[in-house]
């Protein structure tokens, strides 16, 4: 799941024409603090910073639910991982249809895996997928439902329990309300076969469905891509599996996805941020100033399963707090790092 959340941002119109962006059930586009002009015309750089009149009936407003997801991220900055839970599951809780609702249950779930990774309780693991089951039979917004019940698929499938996350990825796929969950859920199950179980008979069973039903998404030339790497001497019962990262051995690969602390921190000018990839995921690693601004992309691409790490060189920039997030797949996490020059 992805939130854009693109402050003084211009979207072709004011207010912003909702409709012609798509996002799908795990994902949401905040046009909040919307610009209401084209900043390209006039070409002056200042004009970003410009206010809306306040007085406009036009202005676009931020909602309580917006400045509570807002809230919580900053929380999540500093390491405050339970009042950030505490914060998206009140939301959750007493704004059930509400459209920020959606992406309260997905940051959780990223709540969860950021506090798993720094404090190394591994019963965080049972604790999230047992709030995931309790919304998705409890909860009274049937779209937070399927989302609870897609998240904890995700689940299942990082702790490697592969059996029963086909089983919920096929129940999903038989009632997918729209072809973006469709192709999510048929995508997810080749990844399954392919990655983990290395079953060439079901992966490409699952690569043809895609290719019939949705034959230039880029999900599905990612999948072709990946079977042609496939060993052709997996013989579909997961024995013929092979090494998804270079030389290391499948056991060896990280059991779950993560986003350390960058080291040095504080630093001068360089640091390095690790990370860890359980699959092959297209990955996203950009740093944010401490207004939310993006200053510098450190990763965009592919990159296989295993134990990642890249270095920033902040000679360019000057002293202050700046943000990193990784987006591998659903999964992100955010953290915060100090250039003291």
Known sequence: GHKIAANLNWWGA???NSWQFLADSLSRIDYSNAL?????????PSGVYEKHNPSDPLVMSITPEAIQLRRALVLRCEKNYSEAVTLYKNLIYSKPHAEETRSALVELRNTYHDFLQWSGDTTMQGTL???????LLNHPNAVIKRIARTLRAGEITVRRDFALAIQEYQQLLQSAPSDEEHKAYLFALFNINALGLRNRNDAQTFLTQLQNQFPSDVRTGIAAIRFAGMDNRSNGNGLGRSSLAGNVEPSQLPALFS??????NPFNPLTTI???????EHVSLKMYDVIGREVHTLVNGFEKAGYQQVSFDASQFSSGVYF?????????SVKKLMLLK
């Open 36 to 44: 209401h002009y084209d900043p390209n015309e006039s070409m002056r």
């Open 129 to 135: 997928e047992n709030y995931l089951r309790v919304q």
């Open 274 to 280: 690790k990370y860890e990839l359980p699959s092959d």
């Open 259 to 264: 986003l350390s602390q960058n080291y040095p």
């Open 324 to 332: 990193y997030r990784l987006q591998a797949g659903t999964y992100s």
């Open 14 to 16: 004011y207010p912003p």
